[in-house]
């Protein structure tokens, strides 16, 4: 089974501060990991993700296998950060499943 | 190239009535997916289908839901004799043939049922 844990409901942080949205995973084989965000009145749609390593919109996610976990860290928040982000896990083979977490929603107060 | 539509995006229904939910992928996918999203729960997974095919269905309630993709049209996500329960936004997500690590959603259609 896979199973992936938001501990958090909201995080409201003020403009400039760092953000740490935490996520940790249940799988017992080799995970892919992303971040999924929906800003308001726009769709879900696909910040990051593992395998790329990459930094979009100056977040960034570290795969952790020992801990099982995927936080999502930006270090200066800005107010257009505000939204709902859900971090999701695909597990292995081509017709494996996206499961989501139950999202936390970001406020970046000014 | 127009993103995933669903319609119809508001559906109200009385207890025992159908509800039917359609979607169109974006164009040149042919895998689709359907999230419930129900107050504080998140998205949970429902099915998946490729055209023709149901690929994963474990997360489908085991009566009263079902859910097509046919070779021509919107996939359809049908829920018979609603239950006040089944109130929820149903979202539906996209991708091309073979993995490529993103879903591309619609915009969701909210059932309410009275």
């Known amino acids: 089974a896979q199973r992936v844990t938001q501990p958090e409901k909201l995080l409201s942080v003020f403009k400039g501060a760092p953000v740490e949205l935490k996520c940790n995973y249940s799988?017992?084989?080799?995970?892919?990991l992303f971040w999924y965000v929906q800003y308001s009145r726009q769709r879900l749609q696909l910040l990051l993700r593992h395998i790329s390593r990459e930094s979009i919109k100056g977040f960034t996610a570290d795969l952790n296998k020992g801990e099982t976990s995927f936080h999502l860290k930006k270090p200066f928040a800005q107010e257009e950060d505000s939204a709902m982000y859900y971090c999701a896990l695909k597990g292995a083979g081509a017709n494996s499943k996206l499961t989501f977490g139950k999202g936390i929603t970001l406020s970046v107060r000014p | 190239n127009a993103g995933v539509m669903q319609n119809p995006r508001h559906l109200v229904r009385r207890r025992g009535q159908e509800a039917r939910l359609r979607c169109s992928p974006m164009k040149g996918h042919s895998h689709v997916y359907w999230y419930r999203q129900l107050p504080e729960e998140g998205l949970k997974f429902m099915v998946y289908?490729?055209?023709?095919?149901?690929?994963?269905e474990s997360g489908m309630p085991k009566e009263r839901f079902s859910a097509e993709f046919p070779k021509e049209g919107p996939s359809i996500l049908r829920i018979q004799q609603v239950v006040r329960g089944d109130s929820a936004a149903y979202f539906c997500a996209s991708s091309p043939s073979g993995w490529t690590g993103e879903l591309f959603f619609g915009e969701g259609s909210r059932l309410t049922v009275l």
């Open positions: 799988y017992s084989g080799s995970p892919e």
């Open positions: 289908l490729q055209k023709e095919n149901i690929i994963d």
